[in-house]
């Protein structure tokens, strides 16, 4: 039977993955596409979900089967694709998180009204305060639960003011008016795309949680990750709703903003201080963890040195952001970069999924290959069409 710490692990992998999701650019991709479809755009969250699930559940059983980390698992397939697999995982990662840093900077000036590098420099001083600790696992996955449940009360506050059309909103989740497929295509980026989808597996492996025989505690940890996700994403969406409908634009510069600020007034606005805040911080937590974790097995001091490199990798990033500032042109071609690494891990991964060598006798369904190999087609033609036509 498992015990408390192992449920908890199982619980906090599922909470660092949704919250390393839950960034500054969800709130804003939400918002926006809510602006431009209205309720139909609950059908693209729904169809984005069903692909996460998929994307999700081939990598994560299949890492965990192995008893490997994922740049192991494809070294082991091909040497040499490990490291190339770690090299865009890591640059992506440090990119975005300069977008994390600033979040939690532009959290602490809408609540404190003090300056966003400073309010950076806190935000990250608390993250390395997470991973200073003698038990920093633990104290991870507790801070991603904590915040992540913050989240969600929070904007189902903002939702109950906004109120929004909910059984037309349940209507077009179905049967939509119009239907976007780069929105599609970037929801799904952005919830399991770089090292996102990485980010629980990894934990349960730093935690001794793997192997067939913890398959159905994996897949648990995987589906509560993309569902709690899938919950706030639904949950901002009908928030965002109720705004757009009255004829309201959202503020360009700042979306999400406007529309708590909308809805709630000088309270929503101090709402989304604290949402983001907590979006941006849990990301800052799990792109740091999950990236340094691609590092940590190509060499025994990465290993040794593990969170000090983690913590280094934070500084850096707030060194990036308080001295230089958002460097925009470099986030955009990351996130063509971000947008390559989905269907590239996922391909490795259902290859490797095929070779009893690397898996023992587990027998990878052959439902999630054919998800899989869709997703990777999907993911790879809308990137390929938006470098050649963006």
């Not at 192995?66 to 698992?73: E, I, N, P």
């Not at 975005?96 to 966003?116: H, K, M, P, R, S």
């Not at 989740?173 to 952005?190: E, Q, R, S, Y």
């Amino acid at each position: 039977m498992p015990t408390k710490k192992y449920t908890s692990a199982v619980i906090g992998a599922a909470f660092l993955m949704a919250t390393s999701a839950i960034g500054p650019g969800f709130l804003t991709q939400t918002t926006v596409f809510t602006q431009q479809l209205a309720a139909s755009f609950g059908f693209v969250i729904l169809l984005s979900i069903l692909l996460d699930i998929g994307t999700q559940l081939n990598i994560w059983r299949v890492v965990s089967v192995s008893k490997k980390t994922a740049q192991d698992l494809a070294n082991e397939l091909l040497p040499g694709l490990g490291y190339l697999l770690a090299f865009l995982i890591v640059i992506g990662g440090l990119a975005f998180n300069i977008g994390n840093v600033a979040g939690a900077g532009l959290g602490f000036e809408v609540l404190f009204g003090i300056d966003v590098k400073i309010g950076a420099v806190i935000s990250s001083i608390i993250a390395i305060g997470i991973f200073s600790s003698k038990e920093a696992g633990k104290a991870m996955d507790n801070f991603a639960k904590i915040l992540g449940f913050l989240m969600i009360f929070l904007i189902l506050y903002v939702v109950f003011v906004s109120q929004p059309p909910i059984l037309d909103a349940f209507h077009r989740t179905i049967i939509p008016l119009k239907f976007d497929a780069w929105a599609t295509v970037t929801l799904v980026g952005g919830t399991v795309g770089g090292y996102i989808t990485f980010a629980g597996v990894h934990r349960l492996i730093d935690a001794g949680i793997s192997g067939e025989e913890n398959l159905a505690q994996i897949n648990r940890s995987a589906t509560t990750g993309i569902l709690v996700t899938a919950i706030v994403r639904y949950l901002l969406f009908l928030a965002s709703l109720g705004v757009v409908v009255t004829g309201f634009v959202l503020n360009k510069e700042n979306p999400p903003a406007s529309v708590f600020q909308s809805a709630a007034g000088d309270i929503g606005y101090k709402i989304f201080g604290i949402v983001i805040w907590c979006a941006a911080i849990t990301s800052v937590v799990g792109a740091a963890y999950t990236s340094v974790s691609f590092l940590r097995t190509f060499h025994p001091n990465f290993e040794k040195y593990n969170r000090q490199i983690i913590i280094g990798f934070i500084v850096f990033s707030t060194i990036i952001f308080v001295f230089i500032g958002k460097p925009v042109k470099t986030l955009v071609f990351v996130g063509t970069l971000n947008g390559f690494i989905l269907p590239i891990a996922l391909s490795i991964i259902l290859v490797a999924s095929r070779k009893p060598r690397l898996i023992g006798t587990y027998k990878h369904a052959l439902f999630l290959q054919i998800i899989g190999w869709l997703v990777v087609a999907i993911m790879s033609g809308m990137v390929i069409y938006g470098l050649l036509f963006s």
